[in-house]
């Protein structure tokens, strides 16, 4: 009975309307903005998001606090226990949690699981409070924004960009390592490489299988065998039996796509099982130290060495001013430990300082701040007001302006607002460019040069430190004879972050590899 009520609760909000949506005012009161983190805050991803927004709290408050008219106030913490990564995947426990917590908070950061987000963010819709999504990759949770903007408006991502995005970084990345290693074979620039794909059979992964598939035979790869799905939990036999399938493909590269724990297993699995294939694609605990154990023995490597993935910080990069500083207070905060990119809680908490000191304003008779909703996200929406973070320039696609093949679309001012295409000598026409919806959806992250890319890093054995460490490897500078090949219609991917090195391919795939 109880959980009827639960799902009826959920059903029920939200519901899209042609009413003119009722205005929400914020009430800061007691010198202090209550945010609530909402995850699975004992496990890894929720934890990492308990982590950024501690130490964006830290930073803030011990920088004076966010200052309204004068007036400074400081930020709390809520926890908002989900469950989401291991313990209910269904939403419910966050639907019972964020109900009772959603009146004491101001703004939420979190989410993670898109099943489980996909029903318990509606607690924050139907209340008015601005969540900003920093876990659920699915471009699906976003769409809601295009399709009830009413209901939806109150929703933002703070990351990652969504799954669209992520495939077509996954084959940029790809792309690279197949031109270095046909460079190390000493085979011609179109010699046909093999990959095969395992994937969570989660929801963040199904459309981003669809764009890798169609995007590989653009770089000379051929997937070798339907893309093999798991249990995102990880399974030993299951990840043991897909493995020793693939062994038997000799395929040159793997393409991971994993948000748990079925990315340490298959890392343990197949550095022993399949040992002649690079690994290149995501794969959340890679980005990790804590699953590998020791890692200052060049001669005993871990499971991930020489694995690239795409992640959001590595050692030395910087994508901006900010990465540096960021990446050492994290580490200090962590005894060491790498962040995952659920850490972007962080980035969105600087985000919603900078939006609520733009528009909140205090009332010196009532001893209180206040702050309409909609002043904030149409701050939050407005190009002009892009946020320089640690990992790029974070800015929001709009709502559509037009229509695409029936589809919605940006109208060329929206994208010219976000896109330098004259520096690229393009004509707009959206039509051609594909500036429809997905993945260029209202609410979502901005992904390109100059905006967010992503990072492709790899671990490498680091001499000089003596350990196994997480490197930048893309993008990279091929130098200018290629702008041309690499410019598309989000820019110039010709280029390389400050710290970026070499990457390296083991010389046992070379040689396996290699015809005769």
């Keep these: 009975m109880a959980s009827l009520l639960v799902i009826g609760l959920v ?11 009722e205005p929400v005012l914020y009430v800061f009161e007691g010198g202090k903005i209550n945010i ?6 004992n496990y890894t991803a929720g934890a990492m998001q308990w982590a950024g927004a501690t130490l964006a709290q830290e930073a803030i408050n011990g ?32 639907v019972l949690n964020l109900t009772a917590a959603i009146d004491g908070v101001d703004f939420i950061l979190g989410g993670f699981r898109a099943e489980a987000v996909e029903v318990y963010r509606d607690v924050a819709m139907d209340k008015g409070v601005i969540f900003i999504n920093c876990g659920a990759a699915a471009e699906t949770l976003q769409h809601s924004v295009v399709n009830d903007y009413a209901g939806y408006r109150f929703w933002f991502k703070g990351t990652p960009y969504n799954e669209y995005f992520w495939g077509q970084s996954v084959v940029r990345t790809l792309g690279v390592v197949a031109i270095k290693l046909r460079e190390e074979m000493g085979v011609a620039a179109d010699y046909a490489l093999n990959v095969t ?12 299988v669809v764009v890798i598939t169609g995007l590989l035979e653009g770089i000379n790869v051929n997937l070798v065998h339907d893309p093999y799905w798991v249990d995102a939990t990880g399974s030993t036999v299951e990840m043991q039996n897909v493995l020793t399938s693939i062994a038997g ?40 130290k804590s699953p590998w154990g020791a890692l200052d023995n060049e001669e005993s490597p871990p499971a ?33 430990e790498y962040p995952l990119n659920t850490v972007a809680t962080y980035d969105a908490f ?53 229509t695409a093949a029936g589809k919605p679309a940006l109208t060329e001012a929206q994208v010219r607002s976000l896109y330098d295409l004259d520096s690229y000598n393009y004509t707009y026409t959206y039509d051609v460019k594909d500036w429809t919806m997905p993945a260029h ?30 490197v930048g490897v893309w993008p990279i500078d091929f130098g200018d004879d290629y702008d041309e090949a690499l410019t598309d219609q989000y820019g110039c991917w010709n280029f390389e972050y400050s710290g970026t090195v070499a990457l390296v391919i083991p010389q046992n795939v070379i040689d396996h590899h290699t015809p005769e």
């Excluded at 059903?11 to 949506?21: I, V």
């Excluded at 969570?200 to 459309?207: C, G, M, P, R, T």
């Excluded at 994993?258 to 550095?271: E, H, I, K, Q």
């Design 249 to 288: 493909l000799d395929p040159q590269f793997i393409i991971p796509l994993f948000s748990a724990d079925a990315g340490a297993l298959y890392d343990v699995l197949r550095a022993s099982d399949v040992t002649n294939a690079m690994s290149v694609g995501i794969n959340v605990l890679a980005q990790l």
């Design 197 to 208: 794909i395992i994937a969570d059979n989660l929801a963040w992964a199904y459309e981003q």
């Design 350 to 402: 600087l985000g919603l300082k900078a939006a609520i000191e733009a528009v909140a304003w205090y009332d010196a008779e009532d001893g209180v701040a206040y702050a309409w909703a909609d002043d904030i996200i149409q701050w939050m929406e407005d190009p002009a007001n892009a946020q320089v973070t640690t990992t790029g320039l974070t800015t929001y696609y709009p709502r559509p302006g037009t």
């Design 36 to 41: 609530g983190v909402a995850g699975e805050l």
């Design 304 to 336: 991930c060495a020489y694995e690239v993935i795409l992640d959001a910080w590595a050692e030395g990069l910087e994508q901006t001013e900010k990465t540096a500083a960021f990446l050492d207070a994290f580490m200090t905060f962590t005894s060491g």
């Design 441 to 470: 959806t209202t609410h979502d992250l901005a992904y390109g040069p100059g905006l967010l890319t992503g990072v492709g890093v790899q671990w490498q054995w680091d001499d000089e430190a003596g350990q196994w460490k997480k």
């Design 63 to 94: 920088n004076g606090g966010v200052d309204i008219d004068g007036v400074s106030y400081i930020f709390e913490l809520v926890p908002i226990e989900t469950g989401e990564e291991t313990v209910d995947p269904t939403g419910l426990t966050g």
């Design 11 to 21: 059903l029920s909000s939200c519901a899209p309307s042609e009413e003119e949506p």
